[in-house]
């Protein structure tokens, strides 16, 4: 665990005056399970942070679904007309944008939600909380109003009381927002194409088939406003309307805190910010106007005034443009508000939960789970919904944009001033343990800015500045908010440094004993070791032993004692004052509330019955009358309970006292425990390095003894006895060898690494289920689905299926989605051991500035972005990594609009016969028919080498060996073989760089079988030279080798059975003197052809037709030079012949030599 300084020199710090509990510690372990609580009351580490940056901003992005933007559009434009509700859009959209894109920055730099935030830009631990309630506050009222849109949805189209319709419409989003952000993930992702489709259907076939209503929108008259011209009080009105959401940008960063570090590219993790912030407030303001015009639309229909406002109208009203039938269409536009709201619903749900959480902790130092305040956010929802809240929202809007707009305001200004300023320091902290309690730059600038806008709303000022209250909010925040941090010069930022730390470092908190980044850990001196954020939060017993001076009771003492006389001061000092000031607090809170509702009644009732305000006024009076007497007394209580805990605290510490001895001693015995834990774990670490180190030096000496007891096994005139321990040898050594393969393939599990498993695949029903799998996808898109299938497909290939399968799907469905008409075209042909794919489309095509970044990750086309096509930008990379993994070439070509080619070229052997290892016993062969095959065996230490040949030589093969790479490279020009068997671990240059000059010089394409005795090679082929089953471990089984070698070279084995038939001229039999002439014909060098000079053009083209039909590449390459020199005037002839053997297509090049002929 890291080291950390966790607390200030001090002597009375050096002792922990703390216990932990078992009981608590079992209370913090359950509210810390994050896959419910998802990081609630913490910021989100780095290895949650797990998700693409797609998902996150689809789902932050996915916020704007809800329909209150259409409702406010049309509730602005129908009282306050088109000039002044247009301009109010206009700007108020740009002023959110403008403020969401500092505060979605620092949320996805930083990883802290809102109010995380809030506590780090200027408002403190406790100050903070006044914001928090303001978030809550939000959630919960836009939760109703959207919530009721729907409830009046479904009473509309299946008749379901509204009481009943509330309790749907918001229980229903409780299992939704249960799982957290995980869950919400994956519902946005499913709604997101759904709710696009149909909110979009409506828009294109209103603007098509009414575009009047555009001109009929710019001379509306508002009802308020009565007239067309542009006022700047009904502008002000207007924008206090849409100034309510600017809070929206606190539920982007709760999602945008879970996108995962900044990359090296920088450009695509800010525009991830970018979409799943401010540009929220870009799809809102097209939802703004669209509101608007569907007003219009329903006016012009003759729609209830009264349900001009009600986006069900609305979007019913739009579908019937399109829909005759007005059943469907209603049925249509309930699908899209239930969807529509249950997405925005889970977001304030669920940013809810966390506004309380926070709230709560803060002040309780208590959190039952975020669960709990799930819940209640969505039953004071219900409760709003029946208090007919729906039915009031300009009201509570304009009420609360104000306060909403003097926190954001004060936030910005923190970030975008004071920071850059030096004024307040740079980062957020968001930790209690080093945080003030008050800081006076944001606490001051929100009261300031709250009291001067609230009272301009309520006409103190003027008619203007009422309609302006929203920019008095905004601007006096952003004003007050640097003057305060200069005047007290940003020491109420940080009460105590942080330490400096990597955030990916991990260290255990002492209290819930769980392991957390450093950056959600502090420095603890109650409990003298590190703490997490959130079992600081809950943390009620410590008083802030790490900061003293920054507890919200401190700060009030010293601004008492340095503001009031010494004698003021002293009195304040007291019982009966701190009950009066409480009493006093309470009651200005109880008063301003009871102001606020009953302003609001007042204003509803004087336009149904003006003669019953007095009466509403003495009722007011007499409920805080009420109230007040039940407060005072509860202010005393407090009061008093609050002595006596802190008498009981003092009777508690006195005896923690005595008990930290005892304390100590336990910390003695922990540390030695971890000192031995740690041990152990070196002395586990050393066994597993030892272990790996010593399997290649233990399968070189098993590799010569269970070769050599295979081989003498062999021998006829050995005795039973003899036998009988070359049998326990053979036994033995391959336990031996099944205990080193076991703990080698733990040793791969552990490290995650993955091979390719390739097997037998039928080629040409592999082919057919790709076809039908996506058959039935293309007609039901009304697409033309073409496969052109070549007569020459293998039965079957050796490959890995899975990964082949994977990336043709990959590449199918790409097309299946980009393409909206025409068709699509699989091509599959087969030569040469070599399969070749071609995908074609006539889809939106790829730019060409993006053909090369569409491969990286998270990257998509330009066009496809503008085009609304969905996706990860995951499936193209995917799809050239197993194309790289498994060997084959991939190409791309398009054009803008008319479509895509995709072409891959995969080297895919054939397997026509399958040659069973356990049909080849080495000890019943004798030999092999057809001519003398040449095996060159390739491995630096001579018993390895004498080894094989000893066991090959008596089978009939001519044998050569070579002691390194570069022995290798020298004899393979000279002896021709016709298979290689290379070792890898060799001196001055290893088997696979022998291998790979082999192949990329074009010396030899025969095959190469692996043999080495290090299993982890299998996994690390760096390239395509070897196929993966090409590989062998040390010690050998001579069987394998026999099966391996009938494999690639195509024998048909001689056994004792079959040797007695062989006389009769079925095969000839291996001659002795003749075997020797050919091994001795190794070291002659291999005859050149005959001088081109000497020949005719006909002879010329009968040699070459020869070296075709032997395979003799080189020879054909050197004729065909000097082919290119004698008879310049068939030029074309061989650059035609040069094409078809660089391809190795020798039929090919013998019929261009025919033709000729």
Known sequence: ??????????????????????????????????????????????????????TVTNTAISTVSFLAMEAIGATMLWQYGFSNAVWAAIVVCTIIFLTSWPISYYAAKYNVDVDLLTRGAGFGYIGSTITSLIYASFTFILLAFEAAIMAMALELALGIPQVIGYLISALVIL????????????????????????????????????????????????????????????????????????????????????????????????????????????????????????????????????????????????????????????????????????KINMTNAYAGSLAWSNFFAR??????????????????????????????VERILGLYSNIALAWIGAVVADLIICKPLGLSPKGIEFRRAYLYDINPVGVGALLIASVLSMLSYLGFFGLMAKGLASFIALGSAILCVPVIAYLTKGKYYIARQPEKIQATSVANCVVCERDYELADMAGCPAYNGTICSLCCSLEARCHDLCKPDARWSVQLKKAIWHYLPERWASRLNSRVSLYLLLTLGLSIVLAVSLSLVYIQEKT????????????????????????????????????????????????????????????AAHEVTSKDLQDARISAERANDAKSRYVIGISHELRTPLNSILG???????????????????????????????????????????????????????????????????????????????????????????????????????????????????????????????AYFEIRDTGCGIAEADLERIFNPFERGSNVVQGGFTGTGLGLPIVKLLVDLLGGQLSVSSQLNQGSQFKIKFYLPSKEVVHPISNVYSNQITGYQGERKRILVVDNEAVDRGLVANFLKPLGFIIEEAESGIDCLRRVPIFQPNLILMDLNMPLMGGWETARLLRQNNITNVPILIISANAGEREVNPQDAVLSEDFMLKPIDLNLLLSKIGDKLGLVWIDFKSEAHLENNEVQALDL?????????????????????????????????????????????????????????????????????????????????????
């Open 1 to 54: 665990m890291p080291n950390m300084s966790v607390m200030p020199d001090s002597s009375r710090l050096q002792q922990a005056p703390q216990r932990v509990i078992k009981t608590r510690r079992e209370y913090n372990i359950w509210v810390a399970d994050e896959s419910i609580e998802d990081y609630a009351l913490r910021y989100a580490p780095t290895s949650v942070r797990k998700w693409s940056p797609w």
């Open 175 to 342: 299992p939704l927002v249960v799982k957290g952000i995980g869950f919400i993930n994956k519902v946005q992702a499913v709604t997101q194409p759904i709710w696009l489709l149909l909110l979009l259907l409506p828009w294109f076939f209103v603007l098509w088939k009414q575009p009047q209503i555009l001109s009929s929108s710019l001379h509306f008259v508002g009802a308020v406003s009565n007239s067309t011209d542009f006022n700047l009080y009904y502008f002000g009105a207007a924008c206090t309307l849409i100034f309510s959401f600017v809070i929206q940008i606190g539920e982007q960063a709760d999602y945008l805190r879970f996108l995962p570090q900044q990359e090296k590219n920088r450009t695509a993790w800010r525009f991830a910010v970018f979409l799943g912030g401010p540009s929220w407030i870009i799809f809102g303001f097209l939802k703004v106007l669209m509101g608007m015009l569907l007003m219009v639309l329903a006016f012009q229909l003759f729609i209830p005034v009264s349900e001009l406002d009600n986006p069900t109208y609305l979007y019913w009203v739009a579908y019937q443009q399109f829909i005759p039938n007005p059943q469907l269409a209603l049925i249509l536009t309930l699908a899209l508000v239930c969807l529509a709201q249950i």
């Open 363 to 392: 002040l309780t130092h208590s959190h039952p789970g975020r669960i709990v305040w799930l819940l209640f956010n969505v039953f004071i929802a219900i409760v709003l919904m029946e208090m007919g809240i729906s039915h009031a």
């Open 604 to 663: 509803y009732l004087e336009t149904i019955n003006a003669a019953a305000v007095p009466q509403l006024f003495t009722l007011f009076i007499k409920i805080y009358t009420i109230l007040f007497l039940l407060m005072s007394v509860a202010a005393w209580w407090l009061v008093l309970n609050d002595e006596s805990r802190r008498n009981a605290e003092i009777e508690t510490h006195q005896q923690t006292a005595l008990l930290i001895d005892e304390i």
């Open 708 to 834: 050599y007891s295979q081989l003498l096994q062999k021998q006829e005139q050995l005795s039973e006895q003899g036998k009988m321990a070359l049998g326990v040898i053979s036994r033995s050594g391959q336990h031996l060898t099944s205990l080193i393969d076991g703990l080698l393939d733990l040793a791969r599990i552990e490290t995650g690494k993955i091979s390719l498993n390739v097997v037998d695949v039928h080629f040409p029903n592999f082919i057919e289920q790709i076809i039908q799998m996506f058959q039935p996808q293309f007609e039901q898109k009304n697409l033309q689905f073409i496969y052109e299938i070549g007569e020459n497909l293998p039965h079957y290939v050796r490959t890995d299926k899975k990964r082949l399968e994977q990336v043709l799907i990959n590449l199918l469905g790409n097309a299946l989605k980009f393409t909206t008409s025409g068709t699509i075209t699989l091509k599959v042909e087969y030569r040469f051991q070599t």
């Open 1073 to 1157: 003197n003749v075997f020797k002439q050919e091994q001795a014909a190794v070291h002659t060098p291999i005859q050149q052809p005959e001088d081109n000079n000497l020949l005719d053009l006909s002879q010329s083209l009968q040699q070459l037709n020869d070296l075709i039909g032997q395979g003799y590449i080189r020879g054909i390459q050197q004729t065909l030079t000097q082919c290119r020199q004698n008879f310049p005037e068939h030029n074309e002839l061989w650059e035609q012949l040069e094409q078809a053997i660089q391809k190795f297509d020798l039929k090919h090049a013998q019929r261009l030599i025919q033709d000729k002929q």
